[in-house]
């Protein structure tokens, strides 16, 4: 499992002085960007492929305070990958100090073209990179019936009932 470790900071507090839900956020995205950084999709290699990653849901659930104090960590793991790379699904959970489990995290996502604007597969040898990280006991291989499992349909304001 790939742990990130976070010193709580001023400004990732809410007015409840307790970490923020956008902190929570802020703090799987930075350990996710790490962990495939490591595995070669850093920066350079976006612009070069003119792709990246876009999230199509997270869900968090929230089992414990965090208040500030001593480092948190923040786990990465591959719940799920497509046969081409295209879609993932990835799972972060944090732990306190003493190991114990105070929030999970479930996130769907993809791969997109950045010149099409279009989900896109991964080529083989990125495929083998991802590949490459960490995996959930229970991770499967995804189908796009997968990304839908949560599927809804916007709702424009002049549509709306009320």
């Known amino acids: 499992m790939y742990l990130k470790e976070f010193q709580i900071r001023w400004n990732d507090l809410d007015a409840n002085r307790h970490l923020a ?3 929570y956020v802020n703090y799987m995205s930075h350990t996710r960007m790490s962990r495939l950084i490591d595995l070669g999709f850093d920066h350079q290699w976006m612009m070069e492929h003119q792709i990246g990653p876009v999230v199509f849901y997270e869900h968090i659930y929230y089992f414990k305070e965090v208040l500030p104090g001593p480092p948190i960590r923040v786990s990465f793991e591959v719940k799920g990958l497509s046969e081409d ?3 993932f699904e990835f799972q972060h959970n944090f732990y306190d100090h003493k190991g114990r489990n105070i ?3 479930e996130l769907m996502g993809g791969w997109i073209d950045l ?3 279009k989900l896109t597969a991964l080529d083989p040898k990125w495929f083998n990179n991802l590949d490459l990280a960490e995996k959930t006991k229970d991770f ?6 997968d990304t839908r499992k949560f599927a809804r349909k916007p709702i424009d304001l002049e549509s709306s009932d009320d």
């Open 140 to 145: 499967r291989i995804l189908t796009k019936e």
């Open 85 to 87: 790379g295209m879609f």
């Open 103 to 105: 929030a999970h995290c």
């Open 115 to 117: 010149k099409t604007r």
């Open 21 to 23: 839900n956008s902190t």
